[in-house]
């Protein structure tokens, strides 16, 4: 039984919609998801299999069957998505994700520009079978996008059939909504957290720095994204006060002397 201190956070149970959890697996072998599994099963509720890893990782259905078991809801990178569209190849990737009983579904345009009503479609489409996640901003530099524009993408995105959008990271933390030193962009984020619901959003935050960030400004239980495998713990005890970064966030002010 595990020990629970007073003025910890409430964390509510799986399955949730907020205080979301989504991992970055970047091609885990058979015995590490295993492991994994083992200690990260709950409080973990995503599985991203990156970007097109999918394509390349022996025994990805393995893993697939090895989550879903352990009650997580696995899914593609939104960049094997883009690869398949890319290549005029809709209908195929349909039948990618039936053949291996994937029921979420990633839509983004951060690789490939994809017009924004093209992208729309696709979701309203896909939807009508599937849950739809969508990823909003762009992997390339160069691209940047004004608050009112995340905003309004964002919004477009979930009335089109989405059912949480995802702000744009990548796996380093350096583009997007964070500046190239992996600070954070407040105006953005401050934009998009005062037009949208928090739950609907999640904050890819592959940086400590980033998910300390979250958790101060929006709680235990906001929705994070882009997390490593082995890094699933120490988030949770982000999440709960129990790590110096947030060691104080929960507390009385009364044990704050």
Known sequence: MKMVLPFMPERPAKPRNSGITMVMDKGLGIRETEDF???????????????????????FEKKISIYKKSGIIPYFGGTLFEAFIVRNMFNEYIEFLDKNEIEMVEVSDGSYDIDRNKKLDYISRLAEKHTVISEVGSKKKNVVYSPDEWVAMMKAELNAGSVKVIAEARESGTTGIYNEDGSVNNTIIAAISEHVKLENVIWEAPLKSQQAWFI???????????????????????RLGLRGDTFFQFLPESLKQ
Do not use: C, Q, R, W
Not at 216 to 238: C, D, R, T, W, Y
């Open 37 to 59: 599994m083992s200690v990260g099963s709950e409080y973990t509720d995503y599985v991203k299999l990156g970007f097109g890893t999918s394509l390349v990782t022996p025994g």
């Open 216 to 238: 101060k400004h929006f709680g235990a239980n906001v929705n994070l994204g882009n997390i490593a495998p082995n890094e699933i713990i120490a988030l949770e005890s982000l």
